[in-house]
Nanobody
Framework: EQYAESGGGLVQPGGSLRLSCAGS????????MTWHRQAPEKAREWVAT???????FYTDSVKGRFTISRDDTKNLLYLNMSSLKPEDTAVYYC???????WGQGTQVTVSS
C-alpha cells in the first residue's frame, strides 16, 4: 500500500487549506480512512476518521473546523481545514485504519 499526501502550505491564522491523499495498493473504497498529524517535537496524533458508509469522527481540537471526505472513484481522501490556528501546524499524514505504512506527509504551517 502507498499514500501520497499533498496540499499543505503556509497559511495565516483563520485561513483554510484542503489536503489530498492518494491511496493505492489496497481496496480504497472498502477501507476506513484516517488523517493524522505530527507537530514539531510532539508525538503523532490522530485527527479524523471516515468510514466507508460515511460516518466521521474527529479529535476534539478540530471539531467544527475540519471535514474529512473521500472520492472513491479516484481513490482520494481529503481534509478540508478552516479557521486554522498556529497549533494546527504539523506534518499531516493519511492511511487506512490500523495500517503500519505511512506516506511522506504534507507540511501545514499556520503563521502570520
Amino acid at each position: 500500500e502507498q499514500y501520497a499526501e499533498s496540499g499543505g502550505g503556509l497559511v495565516q491564522p483563520g485561513g483554510s487549506l484542503r489536503l489530498s491523499c492518494a491511496g493505492s495498493g489496497f481496496p480504497f473504497s472498502e477501507e476506513i480512512m484516517t488523517w493524522h498529524r505530527q507537530a514539531p517535537e510532539k508525538a503523532r496524533e490522530w485527527v479524523a476518521t471516515l468510514f466507508p458508509g460515511g460516518a466521521t469522527f474527529y479529535t476534539d481540537s478540530v471539531k467544527g473546523r475540519f471535514t474529512i471526505s473521500r472520492d472513491d472513484t479516484k481513490n482520494l481522501l481529503y481534509l478540508n481545514m478552516s479557521s486554522l490556528k498556529p497549533e494546527d501546524t504539523a506534518v499531516y499524514y493519511c492511511q487506512k485504519a490500523q495500517s503500519s505504512t505511512w506516506g511522506q506527509g504534507t507540511q501545514v504551517t499556520v503563521s502570520s
